[in-house]
Nanobody, 120 residues
Framework: QVQLVESGGGSAQPGGSLRLSCAAS????????MAWYRQPPGQQRDLVAS???????NYADSVKGRFTISRDNLKMTQYLQMYYLKPEDTAVYYC??????????????WGQGIQVTVSS
């Protein structure tokens, strides 16, 4: 059993900042690429940022220069630091990870999602 638990969401004003965390726990041998997705109301879920196990990041064009993804492999945790927030960043944010278990299974793990609301 593997769990991904997000924290740190909430509300911010335009131009403000928030930091999301996602902690993985359970039967995990290795976490490969980790990522953040978001789903605005009535829209599809899209990739925001990803980071490889070696720490190489990748960002959606809409968040480049404003968001920073990072991870702590020992803590099995990833982070999303969000600066200069805009109303269009409002969405449910989901943590994702490529999980390898001790049993040799590989699957995509998802968190339950956390709300981020940007408004004045």
């Amino acid at each position: 059993q593997v769990q991904l638990v997000e924290s740190g969401g909430g509300s911010a004003q335009p131009g403000g900042s928030l930091r999301l965390s996602c902690a993985a726990s359970g039967n995990i041998w290795r976490l490969n690429t980790m990522a953040w997705y978001r789903q605005p109301p009535g829209q599809q879920r899209d990739l925001v940022a990803s980071i490889t196990s070696d720490g190489v990041p990748n960002y959606a064009d809409s968040v480049k220069g404003r968001f920073t993804i990072s991870r702590d492999n020992l803590k099995m945790t990833q982070y999303l630091q969000m600066y200069y927030l805009k109303p269009e960043d409002t969405a449910v944010y989901y943590c994702n990870a490529a999980v390898f278990t001790w049993a040799g299974d590989r699957y995509d793990g998802w968190g339950q999602g956390i709300q981020v609301t940007v408004s004045s």
